[in-house]
Structure formats: C-alpha cells, structure tokens
T-cell receptor, first 113, second 114 residues
C-alpha cells in the first residue's frame, strides 16, 4: 500500500537515449511534483501539477516533459539524455488545501553513461 | 521568490549531545516550515513542521523554533543517537497557498558518533 510509487527505481542508459519515469500516488492528493536531487544532495523542484494542470515549471531544459493523465499519475519523459541528467528523481504529492506537507516517492536513480 | 539558506552543511556530534540546524528564509509571506530527514539511499520524510502562528513545537527529542520577525527557524535534536545520522532539510512555503510549493534548503549532513 505504498503511498507514492515510482518506477523504475534504477535506470542506467546511454547518452542520447530517451527514457521515462512513471509515478502514481494513492493518497487522493491533488498536487504532484517532480524533484531532482543531484550528487550534492540539493533538492530542486522541476515541475508541479494540480489536478492534471501544470502550475510550476522551473527552469528545466525542454528535453524534460512531464505528463499527467489524471491527478493520481505524473510521468516524466526525458529526451536526448545527457551526462548531467544523472541524478535521483523524486516524485511527490501533497494535498491542495490542507497544507504543503509533501510525501515523496522512493526515488529513481538515473545514471547516464 | 522564496530563498532558503541552511547552516551548517555538515554537523558532527557525539552520541547524547544536542544538534542544532538553522535556516533563514526571504519571503515574509511564507508561513509553513517543515523539516525532512533523509537517510542514506532513502526518500526524504517529514519529521516535524511548524506554522507561523506558533513559535515553538516539540515532539519527543526534536523541536523546532520559529522567529518570524527575523525570518529564521531552527531544528533542535536532543540526546542524539546514531540513528539520527542523516541529511536534514528545512523548507519554507505558503500553507494553503495557491501553488503549494515548498522551497528546500541545501541540507545538513548530521553524523552522530557512538
């Protein structure tokens, strides 16, 4: 009964490839996020969706494209992967009106070689 | 936009000692200040939070204090134990706000030596 689940957990791929990470939450939350955590452990928001609508789009290369088919799912597609994309990507969710407590998924470790 | 500064970046204490991590924020509209703990290889998890109408909140060995005038808040861990070793993140946001976004500090790596 994992609250926020994302797949795959580990992903090793070559430069130039296209890959996707999927995320699902069963908490009934309205808002979902993608965070990137680099090797220095900085947690930086990439995207935020509320009820399938994009509400935050930080300065992220166009190669990153989020998609939210419904409010329980937020997937991340990355085109033309680069070495610098290697990081841990955390999906997260939070209630819309009940505060901003964020619940993180277990993370997806992406390594670009 | 909001900017959150967190200090120190690393902290080493002896088991049983206290640990204090401090954060400052820039946006006076922020009114929600959570703290997350991230163990090695795991996800960040909420350990305590405080809202701007409260100056201090305590939960067993951890406490958070907030000084809204000075725009800073701190995490206090007493009687530290080896299992407290982790990276701790502070964050600031607008509770119930229209965007539901949290800005995180850069983290503090706490090491508790037995």
């Amino acid at each position: 009964d994992t609250a926020v689940s994302q797949t795959p957990k580990y992903l090793v791929t070559q430069m130039g490839n296209d890959k996707s990470i999927k995320c699902e939450q069963n908490l009934g939350h309205d808002t979902m996020y993608w965070y990137k955590q680099d090797s220095k452990k900085f947690l930086k928001i990439m995207f935020s969706y509320n009820n399938k609508e994009l509400i935050i789009n930080e300065t992220v290369p166009n190669r990153f494209s989020p998609k939210s088919p419904d409010k329980a799912h937020l997937n991340l597609h990355i085109n033309s992967l680069e070495l610098g994309d290697s990081a841990v990507y955390f999906c997260a969710s939070s209630p819309w009106t009940s505060g901003n407590t964020i619940y993180f998924g277990e993370g997806s470790w992406l390594t670009v070689v | 936009g909001e900017n959150v500064e967190q200090h120190p970046s690393t902290l080493s204490v002896q088991e049983g000692d206290s640990a204090v991590i401090k954060c400052t924020y820039s946006d006076s509209a922020s009114n929600y200040f959570p703290w997350y703990k991230q163990e090695l290889g795991k996800r960040p998890q909420l350990i305590i939070d405080i809202r701007s109408n409260v100056g201090e909140k305590k939960d067993q060995r951890i406490a958070v204090t907030l000084n809204k005038t000075a725009k800073h808040f701190s995490l206090h861990i007493t009687e530290t134990q080896p299992e407290d070793s982790a990276v701790y993140f502070c964050a600031a946001g607008n509770y119930g706000g229209s965007q539901g976004n949290l800005i995180f500090g850069k983290g503090t790596k706490l090491s508790v030596k037995p």
